[in-house]
């Protein structure tokens, strides 16, 4: 399909608004972006700041569309500025974004493989061959990274594993191909189910080893021997009593997705029923490391 894209700058109190109009103009995906050099740092949770000037892409299956929209909301751009209207080559846009993705060597004997790469020649290797689709985890971010060469460095073999923020599977497949019994993965996003039983099949998990489940199918948690947790510093907070009853006494927890300094916050939270401290650090990320009281 091709497509047309206009862009606009605005400034935050306005960006909404044009987004709404945008819609009804007929754009089928708007996005904002920095329009100058002001980075955002991780927001509290439930706020979503935006710049002070937002560069808005939308994108038009219909180039008269777009032409139309660009002279209706000209009187909204802000001063100065144009509004570019372009087509877009055609291109599969998810296999795009995922073009820089290449093998990793994830620690010990793991290597991630995204599903379009032969594995690498090495002896005694561990692949788990890897294709994200709509949802996160393809191995190459710093919290993910983490967790991984945590398990390459301590193999669940034998374990039951709770992939907590489950994503693309990659920490539930990696575990299970490093010898765990079963792991059990939940998201709260029904893509990451289906692209974990998707890359399972395409890792020839035995159905019987994996499910992968949103909360709402309330899996049962509990004597979990890994829980593993790469989400966000808030949900980190807010899922410790449910990761601390899935976790069987002398468990161990592994926590990601959280900056250097949120660590105290999220350490504090899991105190009352674990032994926990700084495992790892990558980038201001760090990983928690955990064993159930
Ligand atoms: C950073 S991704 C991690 C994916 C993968 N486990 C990895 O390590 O690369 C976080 C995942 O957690 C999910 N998530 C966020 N909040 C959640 C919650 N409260 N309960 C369950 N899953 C959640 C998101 O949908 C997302 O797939």
Redesign the pocket.
């Known amino acids: 399909m091709s497509l047309t894209e206009l862009q606009l700058e605005a400034a935050s109190d306005q960006a909404e608004a044009i987004e709404q109009r945008l819609f009804e103009l007929g754009a089928v995906s708007v996005e904002f972006g920095d329009a100058g050099d002001e980075p955002l740092f991780e927001p509290p949770p439930g706020a979503h700041p935006l710049w002070t000037t937002v560069r808005l892409k939308a994108l038009f299956t219909d180039d008269l569309r777009a032409e139309i929209a660009a002279a209706a909301l000209s009187e909204h751009s802000l001063p100065g500025t144009s509004i570019p209207v372009s087509a877009i080559d055609d291109r599969d846009w998810i296999r795009a974004g995922l073009a820089g993705l290449t093998r990793i060597h994830s620690g010990g004997d793991l290597w991630i493989v995204p599903s379009w790469e032969a594995p690498p020649e090495v002896d005694g290797g561990v692949f788990v061959h890897l294709d994200p689709g709509l949802?996160?985890?393809?191995?190459s971010?710093p919290?993910?990274a983490m967790?991984l060469a945590a398990l390459a460095g301590a193999p669940p073999r034998g374990q039951r594993v709770l992939?907590?923020?489950?994503?693309?599977?990659?920490?539930?497949i990696a575990a299970l191909k490093l010898g765990a019994a079963y792991a059990l993965?939940?998201?709260?996003?029904p893509q990451?189910v289906l692209a974990t039983q998707d890359n399972a099949a395409r890792n020839d998990i035995d159905p019987g080893r994996l499910d992968a489940l949103?909360?709402e199918a309330e899996p049962a948690l509990a004597d979990f021997d890994l829980v593993?947790?790469?989400?966000?510093a808030g949900?980190l907070v807010?899922?410790a009593p449910t990761l601390a009853r899935s976790a069987r006494p002398g468990g161990r927890l592994l926590l990601?997705?959280l900056l250097d300094w949120q660590a105290g916050e999220v350490m504090a939270a899991y105190r009352d029923e674990f032994d926990i401290d700084i495992g790892a650090e990558r980038d201001g990320w760090v990983l928690l490391d955990g064993c159930r009281r």
Request: glycine letters at 18%.
């Open positions: 949802a996160f985890g393809t191995g971010h919290t993910t967790c992939d907590y923020g489950c994503g693309s599977g990659i920490l539930a993965g939940v998201d709260i996003d990451a949103t909360p593993l947790a790469n989400i966000l949900p807010a899922l990601a997705g």
